[in-house]
């Protein structure tokens, strides 16, 4: 039995909380490998710092060794620090060195990467001792270690998965045969070139599930700090409850459209190989979580969980019967696509095709259609700061009056749908709205469809 177990930033965000994942760890029966976030606030840090460099390197340098060797002090005691002061010595110099380089290449967005992926190679050496300390055999290995290949861009990395088995196999299996747990840094990979990209930010679900596809591990286990995935999320709606099952699909679509206790790109890696998952909460080990698989018990109800992907724009593309020549719509696609714009849905009439895409990406959106000057675009619209409800049930496309019930609950709300997405997948209906509305529109939609009364908490 492999288990690969994945712990997020709170889970290992002080000495208390990295001792209590430790003894989780350390209960587990056969193989494991351990795969861990920074600790929380680490990543943010190294973000905000990085508009302060490299003429700041020696501060930044010196708040990120005092942090981490003061919970190092506390988590293992004084006098159990010279193996782990070796290893943390000897990454505080390549980090040093990092951010001491030259101001040139602050521009260059995977030196970013590099400097943001920081946090993970001193959280899982504090895991690794701490593991060691109880007297467990166990290293603490970086991506470039296990071989862990990234392609993309940078913020939004994604696994080559063929590579990364064959070289896990070669490089994990060792440590495994010898009863050794390893503990892995998550959140990035490294590209042909040697340097890190990251999955975005996240990122260490994925690396998890790449880790358990790379491993064929028998179970993927992500530790985080609520009890599994739930009906909503819990700081936006107080009642939201845990979803005893789910199935993959379900998952990925709550994950890709909002639902941020799993990357969105978590479900790929696991469900290409039938590898179960569970999301458990690291303060209450005793809970046994959500397992997420292929298959799951039917449930009676409407819907079974409703995310919400805030921060978003619709941009239309406008072009008099641009039904009848299906070339523009594919130009105007291949041009999103060589900007990698991330497309969240998509509507068409007899002359305007809407996209609905993040805030983020409209500026170079925008440059790209202007400086293309392509006459069969005869005009472009932005309607910013929308965000998509995305509900999640079963078979909701079979189900007579589906929409009917769902949208009155938005005209209850006081609101007007900007956009629809229905039909594309039987256990998602998506639709937009304008940002200000999405709380009490989820709160409405909760109180109504899963737990069957009205709305118990006001803003
Ligand atoms: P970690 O640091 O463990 O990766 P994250 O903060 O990334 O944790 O994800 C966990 C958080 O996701 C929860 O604290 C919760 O607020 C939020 N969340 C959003 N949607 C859901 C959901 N459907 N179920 C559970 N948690 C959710
Ligand atoms: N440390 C990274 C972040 O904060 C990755 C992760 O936590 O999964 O985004
Ligand atoms: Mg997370």
Not at 94 to 102: A, H, K, N
Not at 252 to 261: D, N, R, T
Not at 364 to 376: I, Y
């Amino acid at each position: 039995m492999l288990t690969v177990m994945k712990f997020g930033g709170t889970s290992v965000g002080s000495v208390e909380a990295l001792k209590r994942v430790s003894e989780i760890i350390a209960s587990c029966k056969g193989n494991v490998v351990v795969v861990t976030s920074a600790m929380s606030g680490i990543t943010n840090f190294l973000e905000e710092a990085y508009s302060v460099l490299p003429f700041k390197a020696a501060e930044v340098a010196e708040r990120f060794e005092k942090k981490h060797l003061e919970v190092a002090e506390a988590l293992l005691g004084k006098d159990n620090m010279s193996a782990f002061l070796k290893e943390f010595e000897s990454r505080m110099k390549v980090f040093t060195t990092l951010i001491q380089d030259d101001s040139s290449r602050l521009n260059d967005p995977y030196y970013m990467d590099n400097v943001i992926s920081q946090g993970e190679r001193f959280s899982s050496l504090l895991l690794s001792h701490q593991l060691i300390l109880m007297g467990k055999d166990s290293a603490a290995l970086t991506s470039e270690d296990c071989g862990i290949r990234s392609e993309g861009r940078p913020m939004n990395g994604h696994a080559d998965l063929r590579s990364t088995e064959a070289a896990m196999g070669f490089m994990i299996r060792p440590y495994l045969d010898r009863g050794c747990i390893p503990v892995i840094t998550g959140f990035y990979g490294v590209m042909e070139n040697g340097k890190p990209l990251t999955f975005g930010r996240g990122g260490s679900d994925y690396s998890a599930a790449v880790i358990a596809n790379a491993l064929n591990a028998d179970l993927l286990e992500i530790w985080t700090d609520v009890d599994g995935f739930m009906s909503a999320d819990p700081r936006i709606v107080k009642s939201a409850v845990k979803i005893e099952e789910m199935n993959y699909g379900e998952a990925a679509e709550l994950a890709y459209f909002g639902a941020k206790v799993l990357h969105p790109r978590t479900i790929e890696p696991i469900r290409m190989k039938h590898i179960p998952l569970r999301v458990r909460n690291s303060f209450r080990p005793e809970d046994c979580g959500t397992l997420v698989s292929h298959l799951r018990r039917p449930r009676e109800g409407l819907l079974r969980s409703i995310a919400a992907k805030t921060d978003l724009s619709i941009i239309s593309f406008s072009s008099s019967e641009m039904a009848y020549h299906p070339d523009i719509v594919s130009k105007i696609l291949s041009m999103l696509s060589e900007e990698d714009v991330t497309l969240y849905s998509v509507s068409t009439s007899l002359s305007t095709v809407a996209f609905l895409i993040h805030n983020n990406d409209v500026r170079k959106t925008l440059k790209k259609f202007n400086g293309s000057n392509d006459p069969n675009i005869e005009r472009i619209d932005i309607k910013s700061n929308v965000a998509l409800i995305s509900c999640v049930g079963d078979s909701l496309l079979s189900r007579c009056g589906v929409s009917a019930e769902i949208f009155a609950v938005v005209k209850d709300a006081h609101a007007s749908v900007q956009m629809i997405s229905e039909g594309a997948s039987d256990v998602s209906l998506n639709f937009v709205v304008p940002m200000g509305r999405v709380t009490d529109i989820m709160r409405m939609m909760h109180a109504r469809f899963i737990e069957g009364g009205q709305p118990k908490e006001t803003e």
